[in-house]
């Protein structure tokens, strides 16, 4: 029984080599490549669209209005990164289901990748609010002795990104195998059920800590732009 979709090798060459990992996650990144494409090519603003294009807006106002539950303004500034690391992760978990198919997301390169992905863009989008400065205080937050704890989260939690995603996703394989071994008419109905409803709630889950972290690192400057929104409301109103 094979673990993580790394133990299968279709071809090596010295230390280079392609495993059921990278093969599967080009199936991934093409299904949605095409996908999109697909249904984008032909978009309309009118009152009759396809049924892709519903399927898609759909979609993006789901993920749109959680994230906007999150960090109350400016949903659509993280829709692009949190909208596709959500969408390639329940891709790769729902197509578990597939016979053959061997999820990404069950090796630990995938998800370390992913929450590396994470990590790059907590500063990137801090930088992004707060100027370089204004992000590097944080970590002297509420004190100065507080850097190296800081620190030390911003690895833990990456760490701890990673091996959720993979822990779950390879457990789940592991357990599915063995109810096959023991009751194989019965058990994969149930444990395919299982397995798409655990997919889609790592995904979500991955997603919004994702989501948090990045948040974290630009509250403040959410807070500014509310609060001048809210000041500039009360002034025109209080205008005669």
Known sequence: MTITPDDIVYWQLGPFAISATLVFTWVVMALLAVGSWLVTRSLTGGTSVSRGQLLMEIVLDGIRGQIRDVVEVDADRYLPFIGTLFLFIVTCNVLAVVPGFRAPTGSLTTTTA???????????????????????????????????????????????????????????????????????????????????????????????????????????????????SNEKGETIRGKP
């Open 114 to 228: 992913l929450a590396l992905c994470v990590f790059a863009a907590v500063p990137v989008f801090g930088i992004a609010s707060r100027g370089l400065g204004g992000y590097l205080k944080t970590y002297l937050q509420p004190s100065p002795f507080m850097l190296p704890f800081n620190l030390i989260s911003e690895v833990t939690r990456t760490i701890s990104l990673a091996i959720r995603l993979f822990g779950n996703i390879m457990s789940g394989a592991m357990i599915a195998a063995m109810a096959l071994a023991i009751a194989p008419l019965f058990f994969p109905v149930i444990m395919n059920v299982l397995g798409l409803l655990i997919g889609v709630i790592q995904a979500y889950i991955f997603a919004v800590l994702a989501l948090v972290y990045i948040a974290s690192a630009t509250r403040a400057h959410e807070e500014q732009l509310e609060r001048a």
